[in-house]
């Protein structure tokens, strides 16, 4: 074997240093000028070089997508967003502030705990009801199988036993009553031999089969076209119906509170509110910040006297600002982002005016300073691209922080009226019912909704920061 | 350090007196009704009769030094509303001991979850604990303390099985009230303790002492744990301002009878003087806790020189 390898080698070795021989003889037959030659400029060669495909947002949106957390709330909250705006357009929704009234009773709707739909029991063709027309329902009738109602200790036939009802007769009538607990019959040792008479301590509802078609005994609502109308009062279904708690197909959703509100509606209101808060807060955050932060970095004979201003500020609890702008304005939307626009761009001065005395007198700004370029395009060329991370994380954490303030100020009876429904107002209606369990829903909706919001904001704008960071895009 | 003690005390001081001096001046712009505990009964002369009584009549600069000359003298004026006519350096000498009993107890409790969570965080940098830690301080930072105060009275009290409201005889609702306040605390104790270690864990010293074969435990001890609770020093007076929202929050939630209560329910009741005085003590403990935090760093890391050293920025 290794016999092989020798000459093997060897061939290799001799094919290389013929192929050498060939080539240092035709170099040697070039003349001299040949071999040097200069070399024109090239424009496109130059370019090549020179390029780089790095483009500044394409990177950071490329950083920003693989955090897959972020990415996935991103699209929760636009779709969220987008759903605030549209809810009030989709077919079928109450108005955040209308009062709902029963049609009949002409009472609020208060406390209707949520449900998907108004559907209570699902009726046979042909089941007989009473049926009159709603009033303020056009199409709609209230339905009902009471025949008659027996009032206590009254005495009646029963003709057939059974565990749930019992078929009876009752002054020439025959039907149906319930055989429960709170009917509490009086029933002979063995029940099943009938007929036989007997009696109740209650009243009872005689019913006209042995279906209960009452919202625990009040009326059930049915569109029109189902019932056939026997002329006398009953009517029969022509096909098979759902009987709904109330005249509409149109549930309320998150249910209602206590003087018969939407919840559904009042609380994509409310996000919309909260949001229109925070987002408009953000705002001027962002544009206050900025413009006292670049001032005050930027000016030196202004440093002294900001500085001093804002330790006077900052040594002031920021809820403290709040609560007393807030006291002293009336409760409106402009004073509450009024008083949070007070106490937020302090901050956010401060951060950029430490990034920008950082990094104002750095070579290549004094570069730029030589070269003649004007105060404004230094702030905005060479400045202020550098705080793009800080800014946003400011911007995207201000929007999380003033529904907070706004939950806060609403808390201590300092927010926005109740007519204006937002998450804050929500929230602190729902409060005050937490001792009643059956009524929590009414506060348990809006955190879940308010905290979905602003966890996403929290993570989305860490997120970007980070992703903005050009130390992250390598 | 005294020069410098005595420079930040005279400035805290001078920072107060211009605070007293704006919270002042802005309520004097409020409607004069919440100085009268029955103003719709009274006619146009009682009503100047009684400002002027009040020396509410005078011009705003005499009113401000005859408020602080009143000030020096530990009078901070009546209450017209909340309960009339009572001097209210007493009502809330009353209140004052209870909010402080738990602002110290939630303190205590935050460095007891905090510290011990912070350090778990980073000596288990991108791990388990690390992550927990993680979605606990993102939790908190984001979600509006309200919410989750109400929830963990609604359902800590059923689960724990213990009255809803607060009863200072009965030490069982001390609990969530104490626990509440102190997780705003413990999440950033514990956000800045993990930050400051994973700083100082990249430090040379450290990779010299690992080098060495000192024991894992004995550099998170000895070297980075010490190192970077320097610079938390500052932060614990400081939470003192945390504490504030929370006790306006938890206070009013639980019932109980301190400070942050009276001031939702003065508030509600539009009584003037009341959320002047209470508004001007949450100031003060605003500056205090903040000059302590200066003060303690100064004494604790002998790093930090207060010598004013002048150099090209």
Same mark, same amino acid.
């Given at each position: ?55 500044? !947002? ?81 199409? !709609? ?75 625990? &005994? ?32 149109? #549930?309320? !959703?998150?249910? /209602? ?7 559904? %509606? ?40 900001? /500085? ?43 951060? =950029? ?13 004094? #570069? ?58 929500? =929230? ?36 970007? #920061? ?9 | ?137 993102? @939790?908190?930072?984001?979600?509006? %303390? ?45 956000? !800045? ?31 980075? @744990?010490?190192?970077? @609770? ?15 929202? &929370? ?41 205090? &806790? ?24």
């Amino acid at each position: 074997m290794p016999g092989i390898k020798d000459t093997m080698s060897q061939k290799l070795e001799k094919s290389v240093s013929a192929q050498l021989e060939q080539q240092l003889d035709s170099a040697a037959a070039i003349n001299e000028d040949e071999l040097f030659v200069l070399a024109d400029y090239d424009q496109s060669a130059a370019e090549k070089a020179g390029y780089s495909n790095y483009s500044y !947002w394409r990177s950071t949106l490329q950083v920003f997508f693989k955090n897959k957390l972020a990415v996935c709330l991103l699209v929760v909250l636009v779709l969220l967003v987008l759903f605030t705006f549209l809810q009030p357009h989709l077919p079928g929704q109450y108005p955040a502030n209308l009062i709902n009234t029963h049609p009949q009773t002409g009472k609020a709707l208060s406390h209707v705990s949520p449900s998907f739909s108004t559907v209570l029991i699902t009726a046979p063709q042909g089941a007989m009801v009473n049926a009159e027309p709603v009033k303020d329902a056009e199409g !709609w009738y209230a339905v009902d199988n009471k025949l008659s109602t027996i009032k206590s200790r009254q005495k009646f036939t029963v003709v057939e036993y059974g565990e749930n009802w019992c078929k009876i007769e009752y002054k020439n009538m025959t039907g149906y009553v319930k055989n429960n607990f709170q009917t509490k019959l009086k029933l002979p040792e063995d029940p099943t031999a009938v007929p036989y008479e007997s009696r109740s301590n209650f009243n009872l509802d005689l019913y006209m089969s042995d279906v209960d078609y009452t919202n625990n &005994g009040a009326a059930l609502y049915v569109e029109g076209s189902k019932l056939t109308m026997n002329g006398d009062g009953t009517a029969s279904f022509a096909q098979d119906a759902e009987l709904r708690v109330l005249p509409s197909t149109h #549930a309320f !959703w998150f249910g /209602t509170n206590n003087i018969g509100q939407d919840l559904w %509606a009042r609380v994509w209101s409310g996000t919309r509110t909260s949001l229109f808060i925070g987002f408009t807060v953000a705002f001027f955050e962002a544009l206050l910040g900025i413009l006292v932060g670049v001032l005050w970095g930027y000016v030196r004979k202004l440093d002294r006297l900001l /500085t001093e201003v804002y330790n006077v500020i900052d040594n002031i609890p920021n809820t403290i600002i709040l609560i007393l702008i807030s006291y002293i304005l009336k409760p409106s939307l402009q004073t509450l982002i009024f008083s949070m626009c007070l106490t937020r761009w302090l901050g956010m001065a401060r951060f =950029i005016r430490n990034q920008i005395v950082i990094i104002r007198d750095r070579d290549y700004n004094l #570069a730029s300073r030589c070269l003649g370029t004007g105060t404004w395009r230094i702030i905005m060329k060479n400045l202020l691209p550098y705080l793009v991370s800080v800014i946003t994380l400011r911007m995207a954490l201000a929007i999380p922080g003033a529904i907070g303030s706004e939950v806060f100020i609403t808390y201590i009876g300092l927010g926005l009226p109740v007519d204006i429904p937002s998450l804050g107002n929500l =929230i602190n209606e729902g409060r005050q019912l937490i001792t009643s369990a059956a009524l929590r829903y009414q506060l348990i909706f809006p955190a879940i909704v308010l905290s979905i919001v602003t966890i996403s904001f929290y993570i989305i704008g860490n997120a970007f #920061a980070d992703a903005a960071d050009p130390k992250n895009h390598v | 350090m005294l020069k410098y003690s005595f420079k930040r005390l005279i400035s805290s001081v001078l920072t107060l007196m211009i605070i007293i001096t704006i919270v002042f001046v802005l309520l004097r712009q409020m409607p004069i009704e919440g100085y009268f505990d029955n103003f719709d009964k009274l006619d146009q002369a009682q009503i100047q009769a009684k400002l002027s009584q009040l020396g509410l009549t005078d011009p705003i600069p005499v009113q401000l030094w005859n408020f602080f000359v009143d000030l020096l003298h530990g009078d901070l004026g009546t209450s017209s509303r909340y309960a009339t006519g009572a001097p209210i350096a007493d009502l809330i000498a009353k209140k004052a001991p209870i909010s402080i009993k738990l602002g110290v107890l939630s303190m205590a409790l935050s460095l007891i979850m905090g510290i011990p969570l912070g350090a778990a965080m980073a000596r288990s940098k991108g791990k388990f604990w690390d992550k927990i830690g993680t979605v606990y301080i993102v @939790f908190i930072n984001a979600v509006p %303390a309200a919410v989750y105060y109400i929830f963990i009275q609604m359902y800590g009290t059923s689960a724990l099985t213990i009255p809803m409201l607060f009863d200072e005889k009965n030490l069982v609702t001390w609990i969530l009230p104490v626990f509440s306040m102190s997780l705003g605390s413990t999440a950033s104790y514990a956000m !800045w303790l993990r930050r400051y270690m994973v700083d100082e864990m990249n430090k040379d010293y450290v990779r010299l002492a690992r080098a060495k074969g000192v024991s894992d435990k004995k550099i998170m001890m000895q070297h980075v @744990f010490r190192n970077a @609770f320097v610079p938390m020093i500052q932060y614990i007076p400081t939470s003192l301002l945390y504490t504030i929202s &929370g006790s306006i929050y938890i206070e009013s939630l639980y019932s109980i009878p301190g400070m942050g209560g009276l001031l939702v329910d003065v508030i509600g009741r539009q009584d003037n003087p009341m959320v002047q005085a209470i508004v001007i003590i949450y100031s003060c403990i605003g500056i205090i &806790g903040l000059l302590l935090g200066d003060l303690l760093m100064g004494m604790i890391d002998p790093r930090i020189s207060f010598v004013k050293k002048e150099g090209a920025r």
